[in-house]
């Protein structure tokens, strides 16, 4: 299974809602991953996750809060965001490995922000 | 810092050859990835360099050289299929752990 799943597929949301964005993957990969993508820009790095630990944060704002229960599933919480924060939101896994370590990213949730 | 430079857009013809440039400035490298993403899609994984030289996968090749900080991505026998964009990404470690770093994106056009 080479399949990382994200939940929901889209996502409308008004400033004061609070939601949340699921990934999953069972390829046992310790590291997983949250990125931005805006339209026609690369994926932006937001959060990364090593052995369900918090490693990187990309001084991202606070209305985003990452959580990785186990080392299966990754989440992120969305809270009073703004329209700007309106793009795909992509979640990837990968070993940690001197080898290749190539990622595996999910589809993705296209989030709107009204 | 972290600079990793692409071609923002590229046209080629179908059956055709295609080489997309990626140059990049990181003071931790540990990788060199391509992937492809269709629009609308998921990116997916292409090929990946960590020693100098080429590395060959079917109609896809990728090429680096460390000392220069240069890459590119050898595309043969185009096919419309291959519109897209591709996006290099550094795996880097300066942070202590690993984190890939994309570079701009280049969006290749196949004409027929």
């Known amino acids: 299974d080479t399949e990382v799943t994200q939940t929901p597929k889209h996502l409308v949301m008004g400033m004061t809602n609070k939601k949340s964005l699921k990934c999953e993957q069972h390829m046992g990969h310790r590291a997983m991953y949250w990125y931005k993508q805006k339209a026609k820009k690369p994926p932006e790095l937001m959060f990364v996750?090593?052995?369900?630990?918090?490693?990187i944060n990309e001084s991202v704002p606070s209305r985003f809060s990452p959580e990785c229960p186990n080392s299966s599933l990754l989440n992120l919480h969305l809270h009073a965001l703004q329209p700007e924060d309106s793009a795909l939101y992509l979640c990837?896994?990968?070993?940690?490995?001197?080898?290749?370590?190539?990622?595996?990213f999910g589809p993705g949730t296209r989030l709107t922000v009204t | 810092g972290q600079n990793i430079d692409q071609p923002t857009e590229m046209t080629a013809t179908e059956g055709a050859i295609v080489q997309i440039n990626c140059t990049y400035q990181t003071s931790g490298f540990n990788g060199l990835f391509w992937y492809q993403q269709h629009a609308g899609e998921a990116p997916t994984f292409l090929s990946y360099n960590v020693l100098d030289g080429l590395e060959e996968k079917g109609r896809f090749s990728s090429f680096l050289s460390r000392s220069k900080g240069y890459s590119y991505l050898l595309l043969k026998e185009l096919q419309m299929k291959d519109s897209a964009s591709y996006l290099c990404?550094?795996?880097?470690?300066?942070?202590?752990?690993?984190?890939?770093?994309f570079g701009t994106g280049t969006r290749l056009k196949v004409l027929a």
């Open positions: 996750y090593s052995y369900e630990k918090l490693s």
């Open positions: 990404a550094v795996r880097d470690t300066t942070s202590g752990t690993y984190k890939y770093i």
């Open positions: 990837a896994s990968s070993v940690i490995s001197q080898g290749a370590g190539e990622q595996y």
